[in-house]
């Protein structure tokens, strides 16, 4: 039994933030989900620009490609989407044994069009049907315009990642666009229960924003504040997630329906001064998912300190976090806007350094 197999007895399932070719070929990926039990992985398009900027594990495909006069729009695709095949291959054998909870692969709709809802969805429809794999995941963001295709691929029997979630506002409007695809899922005769969704919240760069903001006004009381509002903001958002899929509540849904589990992201700390696991083990609690790069697997695995619940009870602390931000001149509203206008950016970044690079490659 180690920390990782603790925190999933607790609730709280381990999955991979990361995927390349590499991982696949040379046997790694199910290395580390066997020795780590790890039970899921999540990709976004850093991870993919990181994947296909180095190596040559992706050239046979690319000279395919190339051969086939592909543009570079669908050559990544193409080489994204046989990445997840494999992914979900190998994690088949947990999707049986959870039912369809775990074993799961994210993949995201390209993030150029988060504010795009038409073509947000018929992406999700096209990676559904390219991948062909029931435990896959179409990532979608939780932008105003991108919301309703949330509750359209749902309504077609597609399971979901909605991502890039930094308030409970927002949470709240994913859990109503999560109800109202499953009300129309069963409505258009899918068996719900085979459709899961996740919503991720992303921790760390609350407190990357938060801590910057908190170290320009200099007070002592700012400055103690650092490293509080990423853990706060997430346990507010379980809480609302304990009301929302309570007995009584889920028992309103079509039978058969899931839960939509709060998925924590971003969870590696970006402060070397904050101990390695605080987003893992300050986090851990029923129904719940935990992505993570392979550096922060590796250090609850070393340092452990998974001890008990430490999401349910904590919501009246949490709100106390936010109320003394508040007081020392954090406009809270402020910060969720700017990461969540900066979330979609650094992913279209990714993207288009991505497309840069596999067109000079093709060339």
Known sequence: MTAIDDLYNLGTSTWLDDLSRERIATGNLDEVKKAKSIVGVTTNPAIFASAMGSGTHYDEQLTELKEAGVTVD???????????????????????????KDGRVSIEVDPRYAADEAKTIAQAKELWELVGRDNLMIKIPATDESLPAVTAALAEGISVNVTLIFSVERYQQVIDAYKDGIRKAAANGHDVSTIHSVASFFVSRMDTEVDKRLETIGTDEALALRGKAGVANARLA??????????????????????????????????????????????????????????????????GGVDGDTLTGTEAASHEV?????EVGIDVDDVVATLEREGVDKFVDAWQELLDSMTARLA
């Open 74 to 100: 669908d050559a990544v695709y193409a080489m994204s989407v046989k990445d997840v095949q494999d992914a979900c291959d190998l994690f088949r054998d947990t999707f049986e044994a959870t039912g369809g």
């Open 238 to 303: 379980y809480a609302l997630f304990q009301k929302e899929f309570g007995a009584e509540v889920v028992d309103k849904l079509p039978e058969g329906a899931n839960k939509q589990r709060p998925l924590w992201a971003s969870t590696g700390v970006k402060n070397p001064d904050y101990p390695a696991t605080m987003y893992v083990t300050e986090l851990a609690g029923p129904d719940t998912v935990n992505t993570m790069p392979e550096k922060t697997i590796d250090a609850v695995l070393e340092h």
């Open 322 to 326: 936010f109320a003394k931000l508040r």
